[in-house]
Nanobody, 123 residues
Framework: QVQLVESGGGLVQAGGSLRLSCAAS????????MGWFRQTPGTEREFVAA????????WYTDSVKGRFTISRDNARSTVDLQMNDLKPEDTAVYYC????????????????WGQGTQIIVSP
């Protein structure tokens, strides 16, 4: 049974930083592309960042490039998202994901979702 458990959410002022962490179990972690999506009420889940199994390649949505960094530790089966210079528009529920196949930008490509963690960025 695959489990993805996020931690590190919370409230922060604009310009601040937060670090999300996701602990994975029940999957061959080092072989999985992992990522983060986010969602605000009334909208579809949006791709944020992804990282391949080796950690050598990463992808980001344009709005977070230069501010967010995704990383992974295959020995600990964790994937992190360091978020700097946070903006109110980053407010959302953030989901850790493992991919099955297809475009990493699409929620349809996700095999498993975490339960989500709330980020609120105040002006």
């Amino acid at each position: 049974q695959v489990q993805l458990v996020e931690s590190g959410g919370g409230l922060v002022q604009a310009g601040g930083s937060l670090r999300l962490s996701c602990a994975a179990s029940g999957l061959t972690f080092e072989h999985k592309v992992m990522g983060w999506f986010r969602q605000t009420p009334g909208t579809e889940r949006e791709f944020v960042a992804a990282i391949i199994g080796s950690g050598e390649d990463t992808w980001y949505t344009d709005s977070v490039k230069g501010r967010f960094t995704i990383s992974r530790d295959n020995a600990r089966s964790t994937v992190d998202l360091q978020m700097n210079d946070l903006k109110p528009e980053d407010t959302a529920v953030y989901y850790c994901v493992s991919y099955r196949s297809g475009s990493m930008y699409s929620a349809q490509s996700v095999g498993h979702w975490g339960q989500g963690t709330q980020i609120i960025v105040s002006p």
